[in-house]
C-alpha cells in the first residue's frame, strides 16, 4: 500500500501542478526550484505520487520523453503546444522551460 506524500513529495506535486500548458521543467528545474533535493528525489516523487499532476511537463533536462510513456507524453504535447526539435523525438528545453515566472 502507498504511503501518504511527504512534506517533500506535497511541495513538487504542487510546483508540477502550476507548470503551464506548453511548458516543461526539468527534474533538476523542480529540486532547485524547491530548494532540496535533486533530479532522483524528484523523480522518485513523480514516479509514486505524480499520476494526478501534468507529469508530462517534468522531463529529464535534455528534452527525452520518459520511457514507457512516449505515445502519451508525445500527444499530450501536441495538444498543449509544447515547443519540440524538428526530429519530434523530444522537447525543445531552450524555447520550452518554464522559470517559474
Not at 509544447?82 to 522551460?97: E, F, I, Y
Amino acid at each position: 500500500m502507498q504511503s501518504e506524500p511527504d512534506e517533500y513529495a506535497e511541495a513538487v506535486l504542487d510546483l508540477v501542478d502550476q507548470i503551464p500548458p506548453g511548458r516543461v521543467m526539468s527534474y533538476g528545474d523542480v529540486a532547485e526550484m524547491i530548494g532540496r533535493g535533486g533530479p532522483r528525489q524528484v523523480g522518485r516523487v513523480m514516479s509514486l505520487y505524480g499520476g494526478g499532476v501534468p507529469w508530462w511537463r517534468v522531463l529529464r533536462a535534455d528534452g527525452s520523453f520518459l520511457p514507457g510513456h512516449e505515445v502519451r507524453a508525445l500527444a499530450a504535447y501536441r495538444e498543449e503546444g509544447t515547443p519540440l526539435k524538428s526530429d519530434g523525438g523530444r522537447v525543445d528545453m531552450r524555447t520550452a522551460r518554464w522559470d517559474g515566472a
